[in-house]
């Protein structure tokens, strides 16, 4: 018996995106320059914080060793206080739903966990102790330590970690961002002493941002706050990144891994940051090229070719620059041809028009995704985060979406020509240099250079 054939037409069409609702929001400068946000969603009874501490190298010399303590030291922040040892520490949290967690990147230091709501003092009593009195016990560090350091070295023998520190290398020159992973010998010299020191000089209120969101009230959660993390003081701001510099993009780069069965196809570039008004039509240029599954690169090099599973595109931020990238992991045998085709999809969205169709069903699935994103407790916190960390009022969540509901294709057809254009982004390549070379030389010049970890895939 076959199959029964739907009949679209019995579909009803897409309704209109609903606009992005703008969360009430309570925003508080407390005296020690911390900022509290307070976000009530009442139903559920949890509650989802974020602390983002900036946390950026401050100069170009020291970023590998402070990359390298700060990755170390988001683990070990957690190894004990003045009052309680790690056990103690993870039992006050899960007595209230808690479980805090710590992460560092190349702007900042985030703590963040789930709770009950009715346990919010408590859980920021913990949150104090962390702050104010973190202990770093000598040999639970170096446990730490050897952890983090066995970890890196797994990472940095990665494809796909060889080739975003190559990017960032070539893209960044001497800026912090240029330091995605410190080596595994920085990260084995760093002390209990230097985490300290760094603590002490760099995880302060002044410049930071709590947020709360979940069923609370906005009063009294920042209240509680306020009296909880009273004697969290210190002097200074935290440090934020320095701007990025714009780079000449130079020549495509083979990092070689001899007998490498893959090639990893990494391109970047320079993308307009969260207040510029190119903004939307960059991210919406970015989605029909290679943002989604309908993308024009998804059905060049994946469908209708066979090189990739999952090439994709898209605008990423950090604090002092904004990047457009695209990724695309492919057999040895076909690295040519990939780049060729990846090539020529990055000039074909500046000379062959985007279609209404193609930038409908792109503005749906990035209004989609943003809806989504900020659906939960979890996403919402996340996402005001980042937000206020750059800077930006929540305000800005209903704003970028009416202006993305806005875009012409013929804007999107410009932002294509000045932020797409081959010519204007950073290449690399991961892989067997001996055997994809020649075929990418077809395309221009190619520098070969060695990787720090070249064993096979």
């Known amino acids: 018996m076959s199959a ?26 407390l005296p020690s320059g911390l900022s509290v946000v307070v976000v009530p969603r009442p139903g559920v009874p949890l509650v989802e914080l974020r602390l983002r501490v900036p946390f950026a190298a401050a100069s170009p010399r020291g970023a590998a060793q402070h990359t390298a303590r700060a990755s170390v030291l988001s683990g070990a922040v957690l190894l004990g206080t003045a009052r309680r040892d790690a056990t103690g520490v993870a039992e006050a949290l899960q007595g209230h739903g808690a479980e805090l967690s710590v992460s560092a990147d190349p702007d900042r230091l985030l703590f963040s966990t789930t709770l009950l709501a009715e ?24 446990a730490e330590r050897d952890r983090v350091a066995e970890r890196i ?3 940095n023998s990665q494809p796909g970690v060889i080739a975003r520190t190559a990017l960032a290398a070539r ?3 001497t800026h912090p961002y240029a330091v995605q992973l410190p080596s595994a010998e920085l990260v084995a010299r760093v002390g209990a002493p ?48 320095p701007p990025a510099p714009t780079l000449a993009p130079g020549h495509l780069e083979v990092v070689d ?35 989604y599954f309908s993308s024009r690169l998804v059905g060049n090099i994946r ?10 595109s898209g605008v990423d931020h950090l604090t002092a620059a904004s990047s457009f990238t695209v990724e695309a992991d492919v057999a040895t045998e076909v690295t040519g041809p990939a780049f060729l085709e990846t090539w020529a999809e990055l000039g074909r969205m ?98 070969v250079t060695a990787s720090a970890a070249a064993a096979p895939a």
């Not at 609903?18 to 309570?26: A, L």
């Not at 346990?119 to 170096?142: F, I, K, M, N, Q």
């Not at 970047?268 to 090229?289: Q, Y």
Request: proline letters at 8%.
């Open 350 to 447: 500046a000379l062959a028009p985007v279609t209404e169709a193609e930038l409908d069903a792109a503005r749906r699935y990035v209004l989609g995704s943003m809806a989504l994103s900020t659906a939960t407790h979890a996403g919402l916190a996340g996402t005001i985060s980042a937000l206020i960390g750059s800077g930006l009022p929540v305000e800005w969540l209903a704003e970028h979406q009416a202006a993305l509901a806005a875009v012409t294709v013929e804007q999107v057809q410009d932002a294509a020509r000045r932020y797409l254009a081959p010519a204007s982004l950073t290449a690399v390549v991961v892989g067997d240099a001996e055997r994809v070379t020649d075929s990418l030389r077809a395309l221009g010049p190619v520098d």
């Open 257 to 291: 891994r001899p007998g490498a069965v893959q090639s990893n196809i990494r391109l970047g570039g320079p993308a307009p940051g969260r207040t510029d008004p190119d903004l939307p039509a960059v991210r919406l240029a970015s989605m029909v090229f290679g943002g």
């Open 4 to 29: 029964p054939v739907l009949d679209l037409g019995l579909v009803p069409p897409l309704g209109e995106p609903r606009p992005q609702p703008v969360p009430e929001v309570t925003t508080t400068a």
């Open 194 to 241: 230097a985490l300290r020191k760094l603590h002490r000089e760099r995880v302060l209120p002044a410049g930071s941002t709590l947020v709360l969101v979940g069923d609370l009230d906005a009063a009294a959660a920042t209240d509680a706050v306020a009296a909880a993390l009273e004697e969290w003081t210190g002097e200074g701001t935290a440090a934020v990144a």
């Open 303 to 312: 469908e209708q070719r066979g090189y990739s599973y999952s090439p994709r």
């Open 153 to 155: 070295a797994i990472a």
């Open 171 to 173: 893209r960044y020159g």
């Open 119 to 142: 346990g919010l003092v408590p859980v920021l009593g913990v949150l104090a102790e962390v702050l104010t009195s973190a202990s770093y016990p000598g040999d639970r560090v170096e």
